[in-house]
């Protein structure tokens, strides 16, 4: 009996014990979870294995976890908890998107960003401070201590030299191009403006440009349409809207026109149905077979071909004057057999020259009198130069009535052509010629219709010459280098042994060098300065780059434009040829010039720590050496001493 009593003694007391121990895991359990999940840890979870109680699960962070074993802390004693959280693993941090957006009103410029660190937000700061009237630019730029992701310097480049050119502007910059968006004064300063973003742009760099310009106003509205033997086109055409121009075009179209003709869309139209009665009287000169219409704000003027019946013409004028709106006035004419109006002494008419490469004018035929004779010579002589114009000219009072004013706006429309002729005759206007402008058979026209009156016959045969085109006919960066290296030929920039001043020698090489820049502007060129490996690193380096500095100094002051360019010595580091014997330190002693977008030299003798190899220490550098090779200097620069020539 006593042993089972004790027997079930202990058994009862076992259990006993295990109920307690599941009462304190319970209840352990459940304080640390309600704990937890009352601070928003649900990813924590909580187990009890008697009186130790065991954290698992992901947090979020390294602080989460430390929180939560805190908070459970203060819930059951630190020793009875057991720790194996896991933490999710950090996240590599993004580079931030670098961008960069400049809004530009004159002188009210504004610069909102993200620049990577360095000297880019200093340098914007810098031109938008030069631009704004009394420090009324805002900057809103932030930097970060991220690297500077490729094409990034290369099209913040770009931003800047758009931020100086354009006026009313807004550029955007980022990694992947610029986005130009700008306001020009006329459609010449919009083909500048663009021209001149063409050529600064690099070649790894994406650039889109939109630039506006307010549309012109064209006094008289004109358009002129021809049908003859070298087949139907344009003279002129106006437009007064995007739609109209689609219609006029059409009708083109329609009478045979197969190449993209110009036309301009500006203000002054006469009537908002210039459109419909332009294309009218497209497709009659199209039924007639041949002739020309002009039509000058809301005179038209129709001169059917030499081969038009009457019985056709009739018909077809007649339709067209039932088509044509009330505001607009149509004169028709059948071609007139030519009659020659002579004296005495000839036919009367008039003939002007402009010569091809002198520009020089000459007069011959008929006026009226001394006074229209001095009027012509004075007009003559403002339009193309007192030294150009040889008047040789006769007086005949029986001249046609309106004579002078015939000649005058012929001489007129002659002024816009580079070289050319008019013809003055009692029936007709004739010029023709060859311009730099697109716009000079348009231009002629107006002038010839506005200055003549309706029903008066003219003729323009014009055509455009790429090369006299002074937009169109701007080298590119790469035909700059190209007139350098066709100046030098073989020879090379010489200098006085160990000095940085240019051989009197070489002045006449100099010439020709600036001479090939003339109408380079604001190309970037690098002029880099070499010498041989004779004497020390240190003042080869200075020396070349004084040399360098001393070549653009000289190109400055021969007029060439050197703001895009820089000066950079590159002393004995990047030899040409062998320095063991004279021919081939001579070679080596020499001035190059390079686009500064093609690969540059320093980055293809860059050792792998990013130093020039032969280049001193900091230490070592002459103050001739240290100053900014981008720069021409604005004081004498320091030269190396003199050593023995070789």
């Keep these: 009996m006593a042993v089972s009593a004790f027997v079930i003694a202990a058994a009862l007391a076992l259990l006993l014990s295990w109920s307690l121990a599941r009462l304190v895991e319970t209840r352990s359990a459940a304080a640390v979870t309600t704990r937890l999940l009352a601070e928003g840890y649900t990813w924590a ?34 020793g009875r908890m057991r720790d194996e959280f896991q933490v999710e693993p950090a996240q590599v941090i993004a580079p931030p998107r670098f961008s960069l957006e400049i809004l530009r009103n004159d002188d009210d410029v504004q610069l909102i960003g993200l620049l990577p660190s360095g000297d880019a937000k200093d340098r914007l700061a810098a031109a938008a ?23 990034f310097d290369a099209a913040l480049d770009l931003g800047l030299v758009a931020l100086n050119l354009l006026p009313q502007s807004k550029i955007s910059v980022s990694e992947t191009g610029v986005v130009i968006t700008a306001i020009a004064k006329s459609e010449a300063e919009k083909r500048s403006f663009e021209a001149d973003i063409a050529r600064a742009t690099p070649k790894e760099v994406m650039v889109q440009t939109t630039i506006s310009a307010p549309r012109p106003v064209l006094t008289p509205f004109t358009l002129r349409f021809v049908i003859d033997e070298q087949g139907p086109r344009f003279d002129a055409c106006s437009a007064d809207s995007d739609k109209a121009r689609d219609r006029i075009m059409t009708a083109a ?25 332009t294309s009218s009287a497209m497709a009659t000169l199209a039924k007639l077979g041949a002739g020309t219409v002009t039509f000058s704000d809301a005179d038209i003027t129709l001169l059917a071909g030499p081969d038009v019946t009457q019985a056709s013409f009739d018909r077809e004028i007649g339709e067209l004057r039932a088509t044509l709106p009330d505001v607009f006035s149509l004169d028709a004419k059948m071609p007139e057999k030519a009659q020659t109006t002579t004296t005495a002494a000839g036919p009367v008419e008039f003939t002007a020259t402009l010569a091809a490469e002198t520009h020089s004018l000459d007069l011959r035929g008929r006026l009226t009198d001394n006074r229209v004779q001095a009027a012509v010579a004075s007009f003559a002589r403002a339009r193309f130069g007192a030294d150009k114009v040889r008047v040789a000219t006769v ?45 000079a058979s ?37 035909e700059c280098v190209d007139h350098i290296h066709e100046a030098l030929g073989n020879r090379k920039i010489a200098f006085d042994p160990g000095s940085a001043e240019i051989d009197s020698a070489s002045a006449s090489l100099m010439d020709a060098i600036a001479k090939g820049l003339k109408n380079c502007n604001a190309v970037k060129i690098e002029i880099a300065g070499h010498t041989d490996a004779q004497g020390s690193a240190g003042g080869n380096l200075a020396l070349s780059q004084a040399r360098a500095e001393a070549v653009m100094v000289a190109l400055q002051g021969r007029q060439v434009d050197v703001s895009a360019m820089r000066a950079v010595g590159y002393g004995e580091g990047v030899p040409v040829a062998d320095n063991g014997d004279e021919s081939g330190r001579e070679a080596n002693r020499r001035i190059d010039f390079t686009l500064i977008d093609a690969p540059t030299v320093a980055a293809a003798i860059m050792d792998a720590d990013g130093i020039l190899p032969g280049a001193p220490s900091a230490g070592d550098m002459t103050s001739g050496a240290a100053q900014d090779p981008s720069l021409a200097p604005t004081t004498k620069t320091e030269r190396p001493k003199t050593r023995p020539k070789g």
Excluded at 129 to 146: E, K, P, S, V
Aim: charged residues 15%; contains cysteine.
């Design 45 to 78: 979870i909580v187990k009890a294995d008697g009186l130790t109680v065991t954290l698992s699960g992901t947090a979020p962070n390294e602080a989460m976890r430390f929180s939560a074993m805190n908070l459970a802390g203060s819930v059951i004693e630190s």
């Design 129 to 151: 401070a030069a631009l704004a009237r009394d420090n009324t630019q805002m900057d809103m730029l932030q930097t970060a201590a991220y690297p500077s992701p490729a094409g």
């Design 253 to 277: 179209r329609a009478a045979g026109v197969t190449a993209a003709p110009r036309c301009v869309v500006g203000l002054g139209v006469p009537s908002p149905s210039w459109a419909q009665a």
């Design 395 to 439: 007086l005949d009072p029986a001249a046609p009535d309106g004579w002078p004013q015939r000649v005058l706006a012929g001489l007129q429309s002659l002024a816009q052509l580079d070289h050319g002729t008019l013809l003055v005759r009692p029936d007709t206007v004739e010029v023709a010629g060859v311009s730099g402008s697109l716009q």
């Design 442 to 478: 348009a231009k002629i026209s107006q002038t010839l219709s506005e200055r003549l009156g309706q029903g008066k016959t003219f003729k323009v045969n014009v055509s455009y010459d790429k090369a006299l085109d002074p937009l169109a006919a701007l080298p590119t960066p790469q």
